[in-house]
């Protein structure tokens, strides 16, 4: 069980006197598209977080393929919310896609000419390539996330923990994401989404983790993503969804 | 009673006096987040006290008052200004403002000992800080403007505190926050300007924020927290006033080392918010959670 | 050279490191923290002397690069367990600022150096203060200094540019792609130290800072690329140092002040001017013709 690509066994965090995730356990088998479902401050961006060490764990472990997370930080791609870097910032999206490769660059080299390449095609590929000279403040919110997207791609990951991508963009983003989010999983990499939107969990995700401090549900869409399950994580708090998005 | 005993009661007066109406003010530039505007207004004081020295051509606390009351209040303009109106943020804002306005201030200061004999302006104590410095006159416009500053602080008590805690809803209930947050701007720059000459530029900061940052460890009123940072300052005024006498080094310089000493206890050892008695609790709780886990392990096992 | 001349090139170094390291700081929202090290660099001077009982260079840079990182690892500390920020820097450098005043008064006959030295620094005496090798002069020993100090900063920019620019712009992606953040920042305020140390002594503390940000922030209203801010701050710097010198002479009045101001006006211009985030601009944009 331990070589799927990742593993989160037991993990407890607390903020000062506060819980604020409990005796968290999950995998995720290969190739797969998740969601992470919960209400506001259920804490699904701080179990990125603390997946990704930013936060100390009181407790618990994360393993990538079988590893420790601290010794396959390379396989592992973050992309946070927009709205946690400043986009004044003086440079334009090429180089922010460009900044994806500093991984395999390596420490204290130069870019090549094969790595602009690649951020091209990254760029290219979330229909940007027309704004790669664009200074990043100058962009839409939708073309921001996509910058952050094809930062991403260039990073050439196996997994991808992305913090509420869909926030705030524009519908051409929207489906522009999707689609990569397909496009990675055929391509077999595993992908963490955060996501608010309940109406669209059926259509893009293969497997929810239903989330509320503890883990409330996880697995397939199918059979998780039930009334039942939502009523009890968002503490029967939600009416408005049709039956058509759920079943159950 | 020889002179010397008096100069010494009016430094004594005088630190106590400026510690009080300090700490209590500088609780709510702390809890405002703008520790560090009291730091750029004490810079920015320092044209304006050189402007109205020109002006006057001779030494008056009053109108050097008015003077770095007037610039201080034009810095916080300008800091508004860019932070509004183009992409640099507030930190560089601050920066750009405070060394800017002091490097004008230093242009001025040795263009007046140039031109106006300026040496007998006592500017340069302002700079510095020079408790021991202080005249009887001096004395009585700082007694008279930090009373009033503390005056102020308990008449609008009420007001300053809900403006600090949740400015839009001040502005719901029809609280006019633009007018309160230029009182409260004015009552700083006041305790600014009759500590520059006690504790110097540099320094003036320290005074406003570290006795209010040493009693927010102690307490959760706001109320408290005033009483208790005005007390810590005064306190810290008196007793850097004596070490300097005793051990002859500068008073501001003291006061504030008194200060950071009485934060520093406040943040190690205060019950409740101190960090030994936090990592005491969160040992306990770490404790009892792994017994609790312990426990469902257990009860999965049988 | 003339005399004119060796104040003019001091003024430019100073320029041009505090225009290097000014455009992080800047970037990184740390401004203040140059406001917290030039003071708190006082004690490292101070404390310099006390060990090695003279004012020479590499003591002078050791003890400020000490105290430097000092400040910043404190207010770090602080910060983390749960100061405030603004408070943080307010409390730790006020107090080692505080320190190092009182240790000048307790040994000032011994110490050459007073307060007022290091807050408004003397560049006028920066030409007669030569280093001297073998019985002769080779320029001043601030020169060389900041000359020392400016290869150090373009070695480190030019080696770190890539890990610098990331970890300015987004931190938590710079973590997970394994970058040393902790270590870049702390290189990141060495440089900072020793920039500051080494321009303290020619233009005082007030100065470092005027010359640390409002030259980067002035860079940032004209330019969308970091290496041309880089490049642009460093030139407004020397600009800047040029034309406070001729204020300075022409009115007799500090040159370190003047300077100061002349950051001042060309940001104040660069304000309305700058031609995509100006002033002028955006409101034309905003009311067409």
């Given at each position: 069980m331990k070589m799927n690509p990742l593993v989160v066994e037991q993990m407890t965090v607390a903020y000062d006197r506060q819980l604020v995730l409990e005796d968290v356990s999950f995998f995720i088998p290969k190739g797969k598209l998740v969601g992470v479902i919960g209400p506001n401050g259920a804490g699904k961006s701080t179990l990125m977080k603390a997946m990704l060490n930013f936060i100390p764990r009181m407790h618990g472990h994360v393993f990538v393929y079988g590893q420790p997370y601290e010794k396959q930080r390379h396989l592992v791609g973050y992309v946070p919310q927009r709205n946690s870097v400043d986009w004044d910032f003086p440079t334009n999206a090429l180089d922010v896609v460009l900044m994806g490769r500093y991984g395999h660059i390596g420490l204290w080299k130069r870019p090549k000419k094969e790595d602009v390449d690649m951020a091209m095609q990254c760029l290219d590929k979330v229909g940007m390539l027309p704004y790669a000279k664009r200074q990043i403040s100058q962009l839409s919110g939708g073309q921001q996330q996509r910058v952050f997207l094809a930062r991403a791609l260039a990073q050439d990951a196996s997994i991808y923990f992305m913090d509420e991508p869909f926030v705030g963009v524009d519908a051409a983003t929207e489906k522009a994401i999707v689609q990569l989010l397909n496009e990675l999983k055929t391509r077999g990499k595993t992908v963490l989404v955060v996501h608010h939107d309940l109406q669209t969990v059926r259509d893009y995700f293969d497997y929810v983790l239903l989330l509320n401090k503890r883990v409330i549900a996880f697995g397939e869409t199918e059979s998780v993503f039930t009334y039942d399950h939502i009523q009890k994580t968002y503490g029967g708090k939600v009416t408005f969804l049709s039956s058509t998005h759920i079943v159950g | 009673m020889n002179r010397m005993d008096i100069n010494v009661q009016w430094v004594f007066t005088s630190m106590a006096l400026l510690g009080l109406a300090s700490g209590m003010i500088g609780t709510f530039a702390l809890l405002k987040k703008q520790s560090l505007i009291g730091d750029a207004m004490a810079h920015a004081a320092l044209p304006g006290i050189c402007i109205a020295f020109l002006l006057y051509g001779q030494k008056s606390l009053l109108l050097f008052l008015i003077g770095a009351a007037c610039s201080g209040y034009i810095a916080t303009i300008c800091i508004q200004f860019i932070v509004k109106h183009t992409r640099v943020k507030e930190d560089a804002a601050i920066g750009i403002v405070l060394s800017v306005f002091f490097g004008l201030g230093i242009v001025l200061l040795t263009w007046i000992n140039q031109h106006e004999g300026g040496n007998q302006s006592g500017i340069h104590d302002f700079l510095f800080g020079k408790a021991a410095?202080?005249?009887?006159?001096?004395?009585?416009?700082?007694?008279?403007?930090?009373?009033?500053?503390?005056?102020?602080?308990?008449?609008?008590?009420?007001?300053?505190?809900?403006?600090?805690?949740?400015?839009?809803?001040?502005?719901?209930?029809g609280i006019s926050v633009s007018l309160l947050n230029g009182v409260l701007m004015f009552l700083i720059v006041s305790v600014v300007v009759i500590g520059l000459q006690a504790v110097g530029v540099v320094l003036m900061s320290a005074l406003l924020i570290t006795p209010a940052l040493a009693a927010r460890y102690w307490t959760e009123k706001l109320e408290w927290m005033t009483l208790l940072a005005g007390g810590f300052g005064a306190l810290s005024g008196v007793a850097g006033a004596y070490i300097s006498l005793i051990a002859y080094a500068p008073t501001g310089p003291l006061v504030i080392i008194f200060a950071t000493m009485l934060f520093i206890f406040s943040f190690l050892f205060a019950p409740k918010r101190g960090l030994c008695s936090k990592m005491i609790r969160r040992h306990i709780e770490r404790k009892k959670l792994q017994s609790q886990q312990l426990m469902y392990k257990r009860g999965e096992q049988l | 050279m003339s005399y004119t001349m060796w104040i003019l090139l001091t003024a430019s170094l100073v320029g041009i490191n505090c225009g290097l390291v000014g455009t992080f700081l800047v970037l990184r929202k740390m401004s203040m923290l140059s406001d917290a090290i030039s003071h708190s660099v006082l004690l490292g001077i101070v404390g310099a002397y006390m060990i090695s009982h003279h004012l020479q260079g590499v003591s002078m840079l050791v003890g400020a690069l000490i105290v430097g990182l000092l400040t910043t690892f404190l207010v770090q500390w602080l910060h983390q367990k749960g100061v405030q920020n603004d408070a943080a820097i307010g409390v730790v450098f006020t107090c080692l600022f505080a320190i190092g005043v009182v240790l000048i008064s307790l040994f000032a006959d011994r110490v050459h150096l007073d307060v007022e030295h290091a807050l408004m620094g003397e560049i006028a005496f920066v030409p007669w203060d030569v280093l001297e090798v073998g019985g002769k002069s080779i320029g001043p020993k601030a020169i060389w200094l900041l000359g020392f100090v400016l290869a150090i900063n373009i070695f480190c920019i030019v080696f770190a540019y890539k890990e610098l620019k990331i970890s300015s712009f987004d931190h938590e992606m710079a973590v997970t792609l394994g970058i040393p953040v902790v270590l870049i920042h702390y290189?990141?305020?060495?440089?900072?130290?020793?920039?500051?140390?080494?321009?303290?002594?020619?233009?005082?503390?007030?100065?470092?800072?005027?010359?640390?940000?409002?030259?980067?922030?002035?860079?940032?209203?004209?330019?969308?690329?970091?290496?041309?801010?880089?490049?642009?701050?460093?030139?407004?710097?020397?600009?800047?140092?040029?034309?406070?010198?001729?204020?300075?002479?022409?009115?007799?009045?500090?040159?370190?002040?003047?300077?100061?101001?002349?950051?001042?006006?060309?940001?104040?211009?660069?304000?309305?001017?700058?031609?995509?985030?100006?002033?002028?601009?955006?409101?034309?944009?905003?009311?067409?013709a």
């Open positions: - | 410095s202080l005249t009887g006159s001096d004395v009585n416009v700082l007694t008279v403007t930090a009373v009033t500053v503390i005056i102020m602080i308990l008449i609008f008590f009420k007001e300053f505190k809900i403006i600090t805690f949740d400015r839009a809803f001040a502005q719901g209930i | 290189v990141l305020m060495g440089m900072l130290s020793l920039t500051t140390v080494a321009s303290f002594d020619s233009v005082g503390a007030i100065l470092v800072v005027a010359m640390l940000i409002v030259p980067s922030a002035t860079a940032y209203l004209w330019t969308d690329r970091l290496s041309v801010m880089l490049i642009c701050s460093a030139f407004i710097g020397v600009l800047a140092s040029m034309i406070g010198y001729t204020i300075a002479t022409v009115f007799n009045v500090s040159i370190s002040g003047a300077i100061a101001v002349s950051t001042g006006v060309i940001f104040f211009i660069s304000l309305w001017i700058a031609p995509k985030y100006g002033l002028l601009r955006k409101w034309l944009k905003k009311s067409p």
